[in-house]
Every structure is written in C-alpha cells, then in structure tokens.
C-alpha cells in the first residue's frame, strides 16, 4: 500500500501549536512548535548549565518540566542554579531525577499527567545510543526532549550527538555565556540569548 503524499494546499493548511513566549525569548528563538526536540551544546565552564536552567524556568509556565540530571546528579553546584534561578516557585512543574534508564523515563513518559518538557543533561552521560534516542522521540510525538551536549574542538562529542544535532528542529550553542540559535525557527541570525551578562564582560576584558 502507497504512503501518504501531501499536496502543497494540504501543507499550507497545517497548524502547529507553538510555544506562546514573548521578549527575549521570542526574539532569540523564534516561536518553536512545542513538541520541538531541542539540541544545546556548547564548551565547559560557557555558561550552557546556567542556560538550560533559565529555560527549564521559563518552559514551566507551559507545562511540566522532567530534568535528567545524568551529569551532575544533585550536586553542590546543580543546587546552587537551582537556588540562584529561583526553582522552588516552580514546585509541582519542575522535577529532577539521575538515574532513569531509558526504560525506565519511557515508562514514566507513559503515565498520565507526566511531564511535557524532558531535558537530558547531558546525552553523553546518559549512555544512549542513536537508534532507541529516535524511537523515545518518536515514541512521544507530543512531548518536548531537549538534549544538553558536551562539546569536543566546537563539535557535539561522539557519533549519536551529531546525528541528534541534525534531527532536532531547535539548535542552541552557547559560548562565552550568550546562546545563539541556530535552528529552523531562528528569527534573526544576528539575536543571541544573554546567559550571565557579567560573566560576558569578563570574558571580554571590559572589567
């Protein structure tokens, strides 16, 4: 039996259900569809920690957040952003968990009422391989996974993270504490996202 072919009228017609975020936000990213799977990467010690927990802040206004915590666990310093960014007046939106198997963050995606945003930090540290990463994806066709990548000379490190880069709709890198997007929905090449503005002045020299 023949697949389905779209006509250029059908693709037309189509509605995609965004994220409905204004400021800086939309001027750095663009209005994403919400089930958008997010790629971020960037160097140790750029700012990216820092990023993803701004964002995971701003995407509990629009659901329910899931953090993988495979590289940090609850240590000292994934504390510490979780105080800095202000976490605990997200209670009941916001959850972290460290050990899922990815067995195990499929079953809990399969409860109701289970979270709509899934960030893995970092997809190195989970120990996912390519082919089961795409069928979790597509496993959950409405839900949001956002992977946080480890970098090696500016590029994703290892085989899986570079074919994940190229399927997510939503690419961030983050250096020198700014977060540029350089995904489908980027609005303007030229708009970055400030992580830690006085991070970024040191790192200029101009203190």
Known sequence: MAKRAYSPKEIAAKTYKTLPWGG?????????????????SGASAAGKSSFVMQLARELTHYGQVLYLSYEEGVSQSFQERVKLFEMEKCQGWFRVVT???????????????S???????????????????KKLIESFPRKSFIFISMEAKGQPLGK?????RYKAGVKVRVVGFMAYCQGRFNPDAGNSFVVWEEGILRTSNKV
């Open 99 to 113: 050990e899922d198997t990815i067995e195990d963050l499929t079953a809990r995606l399969k409860k109701r009422h």
């Open 160 to 164: 899986p993270a570079l074919r994940l």
């Open 24 to 40: 800086r936000w939309a001027e750095c990213f663009g209005l994403p569809e919400e089930n958008s799977t997010w790629f971020i």
């Open 115 to 133: 979270a709509k945003f899934i960030i893995v930090d970092s997809y190195q540290e989970s120990g996912w391989e390519w082919p089961e990463t």
